[in-house]
């Protein structure tokens, strides 16, 4: 092939590379996408050092991991404000970590440790964190969106000026009470965003099998609560439709129901084998969709940063897992004594 020729062929790829980068740039900056990316690896490694530690026997009962779904919970921290509330079900780890937890805390907590946020009473779906307003962590299915709603009806009586975000599953959508949430939320126009983190599978029954209506942002249609179908596997969909329902939020409009379109590559639980869906589907969207993977290539067509660059960022950050891994073992185990505290409030 003649240099001419090999010109030619060269040229659209400069050219795609390019629009590429142009269309990253007019969407994040550097620092906000490094951020991103940061924030979802943190997430990613984090789980699978707790599949590492529940298989080793260090977590015991219930262990809901968030491999896939990072995008969602880190792109909506991004269209948040300080003193926001967020408050979530029992797929809770990568919300705590995005609410800036201290993973060492998260991991002792798993491991039912002293040092952990509940003081290791709580286990996987019961920590919590005032500080950084996150309010769990819940295992009973949908039982968070009323306690959400009331979140936000605090604020709107406060006057505040704070927004309530309100995580659920596709399968906690076909519960009661996420109606008698939604009835109140629009009625009183309550500073909160119903977010359904829509994984396709509610444990191992696919949506199409239990929802008569599978575009689950059109729940609230009856309430006039309005929808957004986002893709929730790429963060800057997600920090947008985000940044839109929380102005509105914020400034009186009420509440808005945006349904995150995501994945989860492993199993509803650790005791799941999965077999109801096969490999080559999760392996499919691993390939296709991988949030991680999407906010990579976002990161390298900008020129943001090289692959060493991001191979040095994962090392660090599997170096602070590492960390809490090791941490959660050295912390004591709890008191026998702390059976008796915590459990009641006097008023």
């Known amino acids: 092939m003649s240099d001419k020729k090999a010109d030619a ?6 050219g795609q590379q390019k629009v590429e980068a142009e269309a990253v740039e007019r969407r994040t900056s550097k620092s906000e996408l490094l951020k991103y990316y940061e924030d979802m690896l943190l997430i990613r490694r984090f789980e699978e050092k707790a599949g590492q530690l529940y298989g ?8 809901h991991l968030y491999i896939g779904q990072e995008a969602v919970v880190v792109g909506m921290q991004g269209a948040i ?3 926001d509330q967020v408050i979530t079900g029992y797929r809770d780890h990568g919300h705590m970590l995005a609410c800036g937890m201290d993973p060492k805390g998260v991991m002792a907590e798993l491991t039912g440790r002293k040092d952990g946020y509940s003081k290791g009473k709580g286990g996987s779906m019961h920590m919590f964190s005032r500080d950084k307003q996150f309010f769990g962590g819940h295992g009973i299915v ?4 009323p306690i959400g709603a009331g979140l936000a009806f605090a604020n709107r009586y406060k006057e505040n000026d704070r927004v309530s975000l309100t995580y659920f ?9 996420v109606y008698e949430a939604f009835n109140m939320a629009e009625l009183w126009a309550l500073p909160v965003v119903f977010i359904i983190e829509n994984n396709q599978y509610a444990m191992g029954t696919s949506v199409k099998r239990a929802s008569s209506e599978v575009h689950l942002h059109k729940r609230g249609a009856s309430f006039a609560i309005p929808g957004e179908e986002v893709d929730g596997m790429d963060v800057l969909a997600v920090r947008d439709a985000g940044r839109r ?3 509105d939020a914020r400034r009186g409009e009420g509440p808005t129901i945006l349904e995150m379109k995501t994945y989860r590559y492993r199993g509803h639980s650790m005791s799941d084998p999965a077999k109801y869906r096969t490999r080559e589907e999760v ?3 691993r390939e296709k969709s991988d949030p991680i993977e999407h906010a990579k290539r976002m ?4 020129d943001w940063a090289s692959e060493d660059e991001l191979k040095e960022l994962d090392k660090s950050v599997k170096a602070v897992c590492q960390e809490a891994a090791q941490f959660s073992q050295d912390s004591p185990e709890p008191d026998p004594e702390e059976l008796y505290t915590d459990v009641l409030a006097e008023a």
């Open 245 to 247: 329902a929380v102005y």
């Open 9 to 14: 062929v060269e040229e659209p790829n400069t």
């Open 142 to 145: 949908g039982a968070q969106v």
């Open 299 to 302: 990161l390298l067509a900008a």
């Open 56 to 63: 080793m026997g260090l977590i015991a009962g219930f262990c």
């Open 81 to 83: 404000e300080e003193g």
């Open 169 to 177: 599953g596709d399968g906690a959508a076909n519960q009661g009470q």
């Open 283 to 285: 392996q499919g969207v």
